[in-house]
């Protein structure tokens, strides 16, 4: 029910921004698929109440698929920042997966400087790969490179992002209490 309500919301932004139910372009679309990449798999099915290190393999590998499929796109707009920045995101889903898949294979090593370095990289794949940082990444990214030149298209992209990311943890917030 209330992932429905959420796609409404997301969908009808869409509608009044773009005038049209879907995106126009891929590039003005990955906002919209970053919003709903954070809802299914970043709280509402895969990881709802914590961030287990598959998790975050899982998240940041959907992300690091997808991000490649723009790098012509970010090329295009011939801003050395939003190339750095593309580069940067890129570096920092493959950091999160590599962390998660080290703190897998190393879980149950029992040498002393392996447990250490095994519980450095959960820390650090729970941590940097909880999935409404991933996604809220992605969301900004195509925000600042795609939608940069409209101030209506920031403001009320920007208040969509407020209104979920933040709600969705109250909401994780109160049903863990209940």
């Known amino acids: 029910m209330i992932l ?32 709903f990449a954070h809802l299914l798999l970043g709280t509402l099915l895969l990881s709802p109440y914590f961030t287990k290190p598959a998790d975050a393999i ?7 698929i997808v991000l490649p499929e723009f790098s012509a796109a970010v090329q295009a707009l011939k801003e050395v920042w939003i190339w750095r920045a593309f580069v940067f995101l890129f570096i920092y889903y493959l950091t999160v997966i590599a962390a998660g898949f080290l703190t897998m294979v190393l879980r149950g090593n029992r040498h002393q400087r392996a447990k250490q370095f095994a519980e450095s990289s959960y820390v650090l794949s729970t941590h940097l790969g909880e999935g409404p940082l991933i996604f809220s990444l ?13 101030t209506r298209e920031i403001v009320s992209l920007t208040v969509v992002w407020a209104l979920i990311v933040p709600l969705r943890l109250f909401e994780n917030l109160l049903s863990t209490k209940a």
């Open 138 to 150: 992605l969301f900004f990214f195509a925000l600042l490179a795609f939608h940069r030149e409209s």
């Open 4 to 35: 429905g309500l959420y796609a409404v919301l997301l969908l009808s932004v869409c509608r009044l921004l773009f005038g049209t139910w879907m995106p126009p372009s891929a590039e003005k679309g990955l906002w919209l698929y970053a919003a």
């Open 58 to 64: 899982s998240d940041a590998v959907i992300a690091a």
